[in-house]
């Protein structure tokens, strides 16, 4: 509450508590306090011999107090002492009455200064709410004016975005520049005082000597396969990727060849980084559709099955067409005898350090795997061997060096577990695990050139090392 407010209510408070005290106090200080009354508007019977009684007592319209008294029956011997009394009550009542007059008139002061009061209040309240009102107009016109320079700048945006592209690019490229500065002057304190003359020289040799020492490798066994190196995510479940094993130093062509049926589109790239970055060189339409993923590229012809038939086909890169195709005798085809995981894996073309195989299975022999090695040139079946592995229980198969070994699933946990010798003409059970990555191989075939099993795994194109066991051949040996 304000402080006029306050002033106000202590005025009333005080009017209240005085018009309580003399209604309470006026008669005992007269003496007149010796009877009660019933009603405000019935006297109970008084007696003559009493003193003086309070009939009762109120405010008039002006807020003055009234009070109503009956006088007592006069007798000579208590008028004077009675007359007495009377005057200094009606002297203490006129005091009271001034009192209540100065009061009355600090009331009406304060009253008429609450109510200029309260017209300023009214006055302010209007003015408050109208700076409210203009306040919000202001804003709204602010807002639209930021709105209307934000509109301005939102083309900058993608230029502030490609600039801190730009920026972070090169604060790379100066890392980049950087550590290869410090790798360069590492290798330049490592050189010392060879000169790159001598240096090249000394890496030819090398080179030199690590190659005459390959050539007295002979065919080795297989001991450990590892990786597998993920060189690529691409295409459906089923395919095959390959390189050829006979091309030279500086070809490293890759063809690529999606899915395990209806289809006759060969992909082809310059190198294992075009493959990798998409780069295609070349597409090749074959003439005919191909069945499974056991290709091989082999001294740049493509030996693949054709669709729903035990039909082999040599189709040259070169010269864009079919070189040979040949029936591959009593071979079971479309779904007769695949893999484990199907996909008209029947025929299985693969290629080593001794030529050219079909690897397969006839009724003749009951289903079980038969090896067959082929004329690169003409399909003829050179000679061929019959083992007691059933075709349908193996995952894959590849040749190393006229052996062919066999995993005994396509899923995880296989392993190569039976290895096949054309040489000696005799099987063994193996235990060579090897990590299936992505959980479902489709193609395995090995490439004699990198020493390393290319394999097509639900979707991504790996690498797996093979350690062999060699033997080196001396001077002494024919």
Known sequence: MSPPLLKLGAVLSTMAMISNWM??????LAGLNTTRLSTPETLTQISPKEGWQVYSSAQDPDGRCICTV???????????????????LLEKVQNMSQSIEVLNLRTQRDFQYVLKM?????????????????RKTLMTKHFQELKEKMDELLPLIPVLEQYKTDAKLITQFKEEIRNLSAVLTGIQEEIGA???????????????????????????????ITGPITVK?????????????????????????????????VREYKSIADFVSGSESRTYNLPFKWAGTNHVVYNGSLYFNKYQSNIIIKYSFDLGRVL?????????????????????SDIDLMADE??????????????????????????EVMKSWGTGYPK???????MICGTLYVTNSHLTGAKVYYSYSTKTSTYEYTDIPFHNQYFHISMLDYNSRDRALYAWNNGHQVLFNVTLFHIIKTEDDT
């Open 118 to 134: 309260e017209t300023q209040m009214k006055g302010l309240k209007a003015k408050f709410r109208q700076i409210e009102d203009d």
């Open 70 to 88: 009956v006088a007592p029956e006069q007798n000579l011997c208590s008028r004077d002492a009675k007359s007495r009394q009377l005057r200094q």
């Open 194 to 224: 060879y000169d790159y003359e001598e240096l090249h020289q000394r890496v030819l040799s090398l080179e030199t000597r690590l190659r005459d020492c390959m050539k007295k490798l002979t065919c080795g066994k297989l001991m450990k």
């Open 392 to 398: 349908r229980s193996a995952g894959e198969s590849f």
């Open 324 to 344: 040979a195709q040949r029936s591959l005798e009593y071979a079971g085809f479309h779904n007769v005898y695949p893999y484990t995981w199907g996909g008209f």
């Open 23 to 28: 209604s309470q106090t006026l008669p005992s």
């Open 233 to 265: 995510t691409s295409g459906t479940r089923f395919g095959a990727w390959m390189t050829d094993p006979l091309a030279s130093e500086k070809n490293n062509r890759v063809w690529y060849m999606d899915s395990y049926t209806n289809n006759k589109i």
């Open 354 to 379: 001794i030529g050219l195989w079909a690897v397969y299975a006839t009724n003749q022999n009951a289903g079980n795997i038969v090896i067959s090695q082929l004329n690169q040139d003409t399909l």
